[in-house]
């Protein structure tokens, strides 16, 4: 009997004779609302499914502030202990406030914890379905253990990760408990708003991690080990779970959803979380009010959406009930002997529909358990064989959800240790008896093709400079290959020409771009080696060195014309220059991205202003540690933003005094 007819055809054909029809459909309809009585009967009514629904979501609601209050007290109390900038009294204010505010979330807290139990006492909860009460439970004894965690917290310094795991795990439990109460009940619309209200929760939960772990790091100043990995994850999993809300939601939630939360209230997170994820060294220095504040008003505008779901699932919820005693009444009036005139013919229909029902049921529930490589197979084509494809192509997309997650975590390790690799392979304090030098390389992504390099071994001194075309990982593993080439050429010959060494340098790379990695990247740097007497030896084509000269307190660019790297192998002609260094001069080296910044009209900040900054400074401070960080840091206010990688490295010659000093440092 699996016609491809539709449902409606079906139960139209039960209906043709009046008697049999009456008695099918009295049945089926006696059977349906028997069982939603008895699932009702559970919690006391229908109405009481999303009662705890809401007594739930407002404990979480309470537990992620909480939570971010005793993340904030332990970052102020953190940096209090280990460091000396969080012992001012803007420090012991932050931690009153933060001790205020955990104060009151706290007594929050218990009071709606009080509140659940006294709900939950004044109904049967024995009838729960094992999965839904097994998740009650636990969520129950893990909120009962919050004490432990609050005096600890009071007495001592716990560290962010307990915070976090445990009151990430009774937001999961009760989150789970919500989920849980989809099997009270069959009704498609509140099972989508439940659905809905699930992944919502979820994203909220991991937005809240991230406000709290924000909060406690900008409290301490600095991230603390393993809390930029933690902040990936949970920023990751908010665009999965928001995924996951957009693809169960209706048209008229996600459309609500959308008007909740604009882009004027989601920018200002997003900005400043961008901020902070992209801070080095001690560049923390925002306080934690702000994003505190920021943060809180998304997660109230979440919540605040979250109360119309609730206000949606208490309307389905009415008129579920109402349709189950109409229902009832309607059975009542049908049922009697003439259920049983033809039950073999209903029980032929109902078998066809029941079956696909119940294994959908069972599919959904293999889904919800975590297996995702389950598919309905409901072939017939009607609208539960389009029901099930739906299904099927939504599992689908979760799946692949879940697998880009996992890849754009790997990825984002990745980059992180790529970058590590990168900033070790610029020289740390490199010592020659002639020269001095200061030097600094911020890449423009993660990986950078940017490089610089300082050599010495005894009296002998290279000097390379460098850019890969392009950004990521491909362009960081030519600029390695370089620099290393380079460096084995120094330390194999010293001495060697530098127009030799180029030439050995370029094939090299030649032979592992194009052949073996099959890339058309390349490399535009310099090379210069020291010869005596304040004399460099110049090779390659890059930008034009900076020279500032003492005696006259002004700068002079020195044109340096030559071939690129990575191109021809057969380079026959290689130029060089010569560049002399007086006592006191200081040679510049940069690459394109500090003198091709752009403003906001489009105006390059241009070779021009770095002469000037680097003559300023050098006569203001005498520094080349701090002509370095003026140059940068005017660069920063030219143009707002960062395009290309930005290295720049400056050395100077010292004067006869400043030599015999470096020279006899080591015996004295």
């Known amino acids: 009997m699996s016609l491809s007819l539709s449902i409606r055809l079906k139960l139209a054909l039960l209906a043709g004779v009046p008697v049999v029809g009456a008695a099918i459909l009295s049945a089926q309809i006696a059977s349906q609302a028997m069982g939603q009585v008895k699932l009702a009967k559970s919690l006391g009514s229908i109405e009481s499914l999303v009662e705890l629904s809401k007594r739930s979501t407002d404990l979480i609601h309470d537990l992620e502030r909480e939570q971010t209050s005793l993340c904030l007290l332990t970052g102020y109390r953190v940096g209090t202990n280990e460091t000396g900038d969080k012992t001012g009294e803007a420090a012991l204010k932050g931690q009153r406030e933060a001790?205020?505010?955990?104060?009151?979330?706290?007594?929050?807290?218990?009071?709606?914890?009080?509140?659940?139990?006294?709900?939950?006492a004044s109904r049967d909860a024995s009838m729960l379905p094992k999965k839904l009460s097994k998740s009650l439970t636990q969520a129950r004894h893990q909120v009962a253990t919050l004490s432990n965690l609050r005096i600890q917290s009071e007495t001592g310094v716990p560290r962010w990760e307990p915070l976090l795991d445990h009151y990430g795990r009774a937001i999961r439990l009760l989150t789970d408990t919500v989920a849980g109460l989809a099997e009270l009940t069959n009704d498609g619309e509140l099972l989508r708003t439940l659905n809905a209200l699930v992944a919502l929760l979820e994203f909220e939960a991991s937005a809240?991690?991230?406000?709290?772990?924000?909060?406690?790091?900008?409290?301490?100043?600095?991230?603390?080990?393993?809390?930029?990995?933690?902040?990936?994850?949970?920023?990751t999993e908010?665009?999965?779970?928001?995924?996951?809300?957009?693809?169960?939601?209706?048209?008229?939630?996600?459309?609500?959803?959308?008007?909740?939360?604009?882009?004027?209230?989601?920018?200002?997170?997003?900005?400043?979380?961008?901020?902070?994820?992209?801070?080095?060294?001690?560049?923390?220095?925002?306080?934690?009010?702000?994003?505190?504040?920021?943060?809180?008003?998304?997660?109230?505008?979440?919540?605040?959406?979250?109360?119309?779901?609730?206000?949606?699932?208490?309307?389905?919820?009415?008129?579920?009930?109402k349709q189950v005693n109409h229902d009832v009444a309607l059975a009542g009036l049908l049922a009697g002997g003439i259920i049983l005139f033809n039950l073999l013919f209903a029980g032929v229909i109902a078998r066809g529909i029941t079956r696909r029902i119940s294994h959908l049921r069972e599919v959904v529930a293999r889904v919800g358990d975590g297996d995702l490589t389950v598919r309905a197979d409901l072939s017939i084509r009607d609208e539960l064989g389009q029901l099930g494809a739906a299904f099927n192509k939504m599992v689908h997309e979760i799946s692949e959800s879940r697998s880009a997650l996992s890849t754009q975590a790997r990825m984002a390790r990745d980059l992180e240790i790529a970058t590590e690799i990168q900033r070790a392979m610029l020289p740390k304090t490199p010592t020659h008896p002639e020269f001095e030098f200061a030097g600094n390389m911020v890449p423009a992504d993660?990986?950078?093709?940017?490089?610089?390099?300082?050599?010495?071994?005894?009296?002998?001194?290279?000097?390379?400079?460098?850019?890969?075309?392009?950004?990521?990982?491909?362009?960081?593993?030519?600029?390695?290959?370089?620099?290393?080439?380079?460096?084995?050429n120094f330390f194999q010959d010293a001495a060697a020409e530098p127009a030799a060494v180029w030439k050995r340098v370029n094939r090299l790379l030649c032979e592992n771009i194009k052949e073996r990695l099959r890339d058309e990247r390349y490399v535009t740097a310099q090379l210069l080696t020291y010869q005596r007497d304040g004399l460099f030896r110049c090779v390659g084509a890059h930008q034009w060195p900076i020279v500032y000269r003492a005696s006259s307190g002004r700068c002079e660019v020195l044109e340096s014309n030559g071939p690129w790297l990575g191109i021809d192998a057969d380079q026959l002609i290689v130029p060089q220059m010569e560049i002399k260094l007086e006592p006191g001069d200081v040679l510049c080296l940069y690459t394109d991205g500090l003198p091709e910044s752009q403003n906001l009209n489009g105006d390059l900040f241009d070779v021009d202003r770095m002469q000037a900054t680097l003559a300023r400074s050098m006569k203001k401070h005498g520094s080349i540690v701090q002509s370095v960080e003026d140059l940068y840091a005017l660069v920063e206010e030219f143009s707002g933003r960062r395009d290309d990688d930005w290295t720049l490295l400056l050395v100077r010659r010292r004067d006869q005094e400043s030599c015999r000093l470096s020279i006899e440092a080591p015996s004295a």
């Open 99 to 120: 001790l205020n505010r955990t104060q009151f979330a706290t007594s929050q807290t218990d009071a709606r914890i009080q509140q659940l139990n006294e709900f939950l």
């Open 208 to 235: 809240s991690a991230e406000h709290a772990l924000l909060a406690h790091v900008l409290a301490v100043g600095d991230f603390p080990p393993g809390s930029y990995r933690k902040l990936v994850t949970v920023v």
């Open 238 to 321: 908010q665009e999965l779970y928001q995924d996951v809300f957009s693809t169960v939601a209706t048209f008229e939630a996600k459309k609500l959803f959308d008007e909740t939360m604009p882009a004027s209230l989601t920018e200002p997170v997003l900005q400043m979380r961008k901020k902070v994820m992209s801070a080095v060294d001690d560049e923390l220095t925002q306080p934690p009010e702000a994003w505190l504040s920021v943060g809180r008003t998304r997660l109230d505008s979440v919540a605040a959406f979250e109360q119309r779901l609730h206000a949606d699932s208490s309307h389905f919820a009415s008129l579920k009930l």
């Open 446 to 488: 993660e990986v950078g093709g940017d490089f610089y390099d300082v050599l010495t071994d005894g009296d002998a001194l290279w000097l390379t400079v460098g850019d890969v075309c392009g950004h990521g990982i491909g362009s960081g593993l030519v600029m390695v290959m370089t620099q290393v080439a380079f460096a084995s």
